[in-house]
């Protein structure tokens, strides 16, 4: 953090009160994903918010603020690698598409995103439990992540045509080596850890396109195309199902089980109740 304390919350959706900006006038739907919300400047947890205009993208019509904040920066984020997979040029003709950390945020819309455009999905879990649960949200077939998270080969049998990886590590690294000739990867997180313990063979040997992600800095034209796209290629049905909505107050015990890996889905802060 650039200063402390600072208002946590890297999302916020709300109307406009005011606005200095001609794109802009009182009433309209808007919301903020990213630019160092909660970390250079102060975030989401609160009743009101000043942000430079740039910062500011109209909710698409399709949704609520509610629904704005359930996708938030993960679901933004999940749009932003169905995007690169697609400029990759993978199709669901060319074969299935893996999810890893397939509860989280990213990962549950990733699931119900690439389910809905016609791929075939495997999600990548450790909570067995969850497989209800994603295949409600599409997902074909459940894959252990104890498969992917232990050093591996460096090229090995070809099981998916791309990938959505929010793990990082050793996890990404076996997804890299498992992709089919000319798959694309995309890699969005690093739960797992930052280090990438992996080969170029998937690279040189498989035509693999690994491309990298960031939600936080992106360009305006990438943000509205991405949101462009939610609007119309997320089942509200999907959405609602991922959703837990809680108060401010609830956020610290929510923290703590994000910490311990009880948290599925999306949660949204309710910061007016």
Same mark, same amino acid.
């Given at each position: 953090m650039a200063s402390y304390p600072m208002i946590g919350g890297i999302d916020l959706a709300g109307s406009v009160e005011a606005s200095d900006s001609l794109n802009f006038k009182p009433g309209d739907k808007v919301l903020v994903n %990213?630019? %160092?919300? *909660?970390?250079?400047h102060n975030g989401g947890y609160a009743e009101k918010a000043r942000v430079p205009a740039d910062w500011v993208i109209p909710i698409p019509e399709t949704f609520s603020t509610r629904d704005a904040m359930a996708i938030g920066t993960a679901g933004y984020t999940a749009m932003l690698c169905v995007l690169?997979?697609?400029? %990759? %040029? #993978?199709?669901?003709e060319k074969g299935d598409v893996l999810v890893t950390g397939a509860n989280g945020g990213v990962g549950s819309i990733s699931v119900a995103i690439l389910s809905g455009l016609g791929y075939t999905v495997l999600a990548s879990t450790g909570r067995a439990s969850e497989a209800a649960y #994603?295949?409600?949200?599409g997902a074909t077939d459940i894959v252990d992540r104890e498969?992917? *998270?232990e050093p591996g080969r460096p090229i090995g049998s070809e099981k998916w045509a791309g990938a959505v990886d929010s793990v990082g590590s050793h996890t990404l690294a076996n997804v890299l080596a498992q992709t089919k000739y000319e798959g694309v990867v995309a890699a969005c997180g690093l739960a797992q850890g930052l280090d990438l313990p992996g080969s170029v063979a998937p690279f040189i040997l498989s035509n693999v396109t690994l491309a990298g992600?960031?939600?936080v800095n992106a360009g305006r034209e990438k943000r509205l195309m991405a949101w462009k796209r939610l609007a119309t290629d997320l089942d509200p049905g999907k959405l609602e199902s991922t959703i837990n909505e809680i108060t401010l107050g609830e956020v610290p015990d929510l923290a703590n089980a994000i910490l311990e890996g009880k948290v599925r889905g999306r949660t949204v802060v309710n910061v007016q109740a």
């Open positions: %990213g630019y %160092g919300l *909660s970390q250079t690169a997979l697609e400029h %990759g %040029g #993978l199709v669901p #994603l295949k409600s949200l498969t992917l *998270s992600i960031d939600s």
